[in-house]
T-cell receptor, first 117, second 111 residues
């Protein structure tokens, strides 16, 4: 079974600053996907960024980027130029790739990100 | 927007009554999922489907059943609701590119 751990229940950052959210995971497989989802107070789950384990290059989406360390099983999310709208719960998630299988996501328990104006 | 609609969005029901939540998708994705979200637990997989009439159990399937008679619809049924099933329920689809998108959630309160 796979596990995902987010060790920071809450983080706070000043507007316009950079913040990094941590995520570690455990799996015995070599092919998988990693995701960060954002959940604002509306509770909608919004995909932030996705990383394929076989790709060494770190994924980026505008102000969001990841630091993927496969050997260390680490997948941190960096948010640059933080904005008030970034305030939310952030969930790290792992999905195995089993060649067409129906695997779902395994989630961490989330990090609550506060943006200080 | 991955074309996912959940209904009802909010429901209050009494203990012991049956409840069905519906997930509808418009893009013919093969894989569909039901998750529940509770404080301190993140999201946990209840059941999933890999095609019409093809379903399987997830991590927290006790007390739930599912059905998928059409590609576009995935139903979650609580046969006899209990207070422990008060939760927010999310439907999700998996694209051909192996990305999972979520519906807006259904708030269920069992009193």
């Amino acid at each position: 079974a796979q596990t995902v751990t987010q060790s920071q229940p809450e983080m706070s950052v000043q507007e316009a600053e950079t913040v990094t959210l941590s995520c570690t995971y455990d799996t015995s497989e070599s092919d998988y996907y990693l995701f960060w989802y954002k959940q604002p107070p509306s509770r909608q789950m919004i995909l932030v960024i996705r990383q394929e384990a076989y790709k060494q290059q770190n994924a980026t989406e505008n102000r969001f980027s990841v630091n993927f360390q496969k050997a260390a099983k680490s997948f941190s999310l960096k948010i640059s130029d933080s904005q008030l709208g970034d305030a939310a719960m952030y969930f790290c998630a792992l999905m195995m790739y089993s060649g067409g299988g129906a695997d779902g996501l395994t989630f961490g328990k989330g990090t609550h990100l506060i943006i200080q104006p | 927007d991955a074309g996912i609609t959940q209904s009802p969005r909010h429901k209050v029901t009494e203990t012991g009554t049956p409840v069905t939540l519906r997930c509808h998708q418009t893009e013919n994705h093969r894989y569909m999922y039901w998750y529940r979200q509770d404080p301190g637990h993140g999201l946990r997989l209840i059941h999933y489907s890999y095609g019409v009439k093809d379903t399987d159990k997830g991590e927290v399937s006790d007390g739930y059943s599912v059905s998928r008679s059409k590609t576009e619809d995935f139903l979650l049924t609580l046969e006899s609701a209990t207070s422990s099933q008060t939760s927010v329920y999310f439907c999700a689809i998996r694209t051909d590119g192996n990305t999972i998108y979520f519906g807006e959630g259904s708030w269920l309160t069992v009193v």
